[in-house]
């Protein structure tokens, strides 16, 4: 069972973009692994609330340009 995990800041995408995020990647997972994984891929997008990751001592906050619209 192909298993993908997306770990994005709160409020980057919209239902309909992270609807478009699953789909194209179990659409990926099925090019590289074959029609029977379909029914069996998982894609689980997670959403880190601002604050909650950084890299190098940064501790980040999404800017409100980056938030999604709608």
Do not use: C, W
Request: proline share 6%; charged share 30%; no cysteine.
């Amino acid at each position: 069972m192909p298993f993908a995990n997306y770990k994005l800041p709160q409020d980057s995408l919209t239902t309909a973009q992270k609807e478009d995020l699953i789909h194209k990647t179990t659409d990926l997972l099925v090019g590289l692994f074959g029609e029977v994984v379909r029914p069996n891929t998982m894609v689980l997008i997670e959403e880190v609330k601002d604050g909650g990751y950084g890299r190098a001592d940064e501790v980040f906050v999404l800017p409100d340009e980056y938030r999604a619209k709608g």
